[in-house]
């Protein structure tokens, strides 16, 4: 049985409700939420009827769709999932579905060769042999860098169209740093990517701009009631031009780092800049001289620490006494060896 769209808008928005653990579901707040995505997504104003309801909650609970979602009801009035870790994403798709998604990768193949679609090219690729291994079971002709394991991936969909609907998320969160969650109401401007993990940068009715990672957010409520405070800063690519990685603060600047790579590293560094201001000062047969203006963070220390002796700080001074100072920590772990 192929799931067409309103259907798969119906069970998506179910799903979404039912991972939510901060607040109970009742048959009608799910008629509330279902209705306002129709309405959102494809300009229906009637609705969703308790009978289309209730057969979706029974067809999700069965094996039609291969969901077999652990739907139960609590207290006789409130719907939730039995296993917490439960969601239809996590589900196999079926072999109608298989083939529209298959119709879908062939038109953006067409469409790949248009300026436009440039940067889609990787995630057009990746579809097509992830539809390749799981509906021919052969093997896997392209790979890409990622992480099973990492977490929070599940919340780009969501807080992508919380942002898109300028909606306020109540964000339970747990920093590597802290001992226990704290909850609060955060402004959501952007999703960002760095190396494979996912950031939020957005803002708290205390804060000015901050960046939380998405595998470090426990849960969230989306609060489509509440106002939600606009972002008047510079657009975000400009914003983000000075740095590497997600680190910064609106009042930091960038500065001029000077780097020296030895040899053995200088064509890494020349094919792959560490960030698109890299221009070579020198070249000779010992190695590479480049600078890059960026903010002083802590993706940028990591970066250098990463080349280990192939590289050299020549300036600003700040940046070579922390570098130092991490390089002599990491030695003093090995004195006793």
Wanted: glycine share 4%.
């Amino acid at each position: 049985m192929a799931t067409n769209k309103l259907a798969l808008i119906r069970y998506k928005t179910i799903d979404n409700c039912l991972k939510n653990r901060f607040r109970k579901w009742s048959l009608e707040d799910l008629m509330e939420k279902v209705s306002d995505a129709l309405y959102e997504y494809e300009g229906i104003t009637t609705g969703i009827s308790k009978r289309t309801l209730q057969s979706d909650l029974q067809l999700m609970r069965s094996d039609k769709l291969g969901y077999n979602a652990p739907i139960v009801i609590v207290d006789r009035k409130y719907y939730t999932y039995e296993d917490p870790k439960f969601s239809i994403a996590n589900s196999p798709i079926n072999s109608a579905d298989m083939e529209k998604m298959k119709e879908i990768v062939s038109v953006l193949k067409h469409l790949n060769g248009f300026h436009y679609f440039d940067e889609m090219s990787d995630m057009i690729a990746k579809l097509e042999n992830n539809l390749h291994k799981s509906s021919d079971k052969g093997r896997n002709y392209i790979q890409f860098e990622s992480n099973a394991q990492l977490k929070g991936l599940e919340h780009i969909n969501p807080i992508y169209q919380a942002i898109l609907g300028k909606n306020p998320l109540l964000i339970e969160y747990k920093s590597f740093k802290a001992q226990k969650s704290s909850q609060e109401i955060y402004h959501p401007y952007l999703l960002k990517e760095y190396r494979n993990r996912w950031f939020l940068i957005g803002q708290s009715k205390h804060t000015h701009l901050v960046t939380l990672a998405l595998d470090r957010i426990i849960g969230f409520y989306i609060l489509p009631q509440a106002s939600f405070i606009a972002y008047e800063g510079v657009d975000f690519d400009r914003y983000f031009d000075d740095v590497l990685g997600v680190t910064k603060t609106a009042q930091e600047r960038a500065q001029k780092v000077i780097l020296e790579f030895t040899n053995a590293h200088a064509p890494y560094v020349i094919t792959k800049p560490l960030h698109h201001s890299q221009t070579v000062l020198q070249q000779n047969e010992s190695g590479i001289r480049i600078r890059i203006d960026v903010i002083l963070n802590f993706e940028l220390e990591r970066e250098i620490l990463g080349f280990g002796d192939g590289i050299k700080v020549v300036s600003p001074r700040h940046l070579i006494r922390r570098i130092a100072k991490r390089l002599e920590n990491a030695q003093n772990q090995y004195f006793e060896i």
